[in-house]
């Protein structure tokens, strides 16, 4: 969640909800059933949080979950949004210490930008940092001719 009131409001700690361990699993699916009941109510809830205050040149947004949240960017700001998608093969996010949870990762909330969302840029990211290098160092220059 964007909003560290709510974790904080039912005793769990934020930061660790953040990484990739055992506790942020533990609590990953009431955490995704809140925030599909903020979204129900109010699509552009968690978009306009986290650019509250924002007056940098260039935002990174990371975590786009759904369309609805790219849409609203691109409502909101129009032709300065690129959109990027960072993808990994399974073999490497095995790699990785991922395994595949029936219910979490075939949700919307971890795939509902897999369809339907034309990306500016897609960058691999096996492991190989010159291929990612390669890859970055277009988009970094065309983010730099934007400013």
């Given at each position: 969640?964007?909003?560290?009131?709510?974790?904080?409001?039912?005793?769990?700690?934020?930061?660790?909800?953040?990484?990739?361990?055992?506790?942020?699993?533990?609590?990953?699916?009431?955490?995704?059933?809140?925030?599909?009941?903020?979204?129900?109510?109010?699509?552009?809830?968690?978009?306009?949080?986290?650019?509250?205050?924002?007056?940098?040149?260039?935002?990174?947004?990371?975590?786009?979950?759904?369309?609805?949240?790219?849409?609203?960017?691109?409502?909101?700001?129009?032709?300065?949004?690129?959109?990027?998608?960072?993808?990994?093969?399974?073999?490497?996010?095995?790699?990785?210490?991922?395994?595949?949870?029936?219910?979490?990762?075939?949700?919307?909330?971890?795939?509902?930008?897999?369809?339907?969302?034309?990306?500016?840029?897609?960058?691999?990211?096996?492991?190989?940092?010159?291929?990612?290098?390669?890859?970055?160092e277009p988009l970094l220059r065309s983010l730099r001719g934007r400013l």
């Amino acid at each position: 969640p964007a909003d560290p009131l709510s974790p904080q409001e039912h005793g769990l700690d934020f930061q660790r909800l953040l990484d990739a361990s055992a506790y942020k699993e533990t609590y990953r699916q009431d955490m995704i059933r809140w925030g599909e009941e903020k979204r129900r109510a109010d699509p552009g809830f968690f978009c306009r949080t986290a650019v509250e205050g924002a007056a940098q040149p260039v935002w990174v947004v990371s975590d786009t979950r759904r369309l609805s949240d790219v849409e609203w960017f691109r409502d909101v700001y129009r032709d300065a949004v690129q959109t990027v998608r960072v993808v990994a093969t399974e073999e490497t996010r095995k790699r990785r210490n991922w395994v595949f949870v029936s219910g979490v990762d075939d949700a919307e909330s971890e795939c509902g930008l897999d369809q339907g969302v034309a990306f500016d840029w897609v960058i691999a990211n096996d492991g190989d940092e010159r291929s990612l290098d390669e890859q970055l160092e277009p988009l970094l220059r065309s983010l730099r001719g934007r400013l």
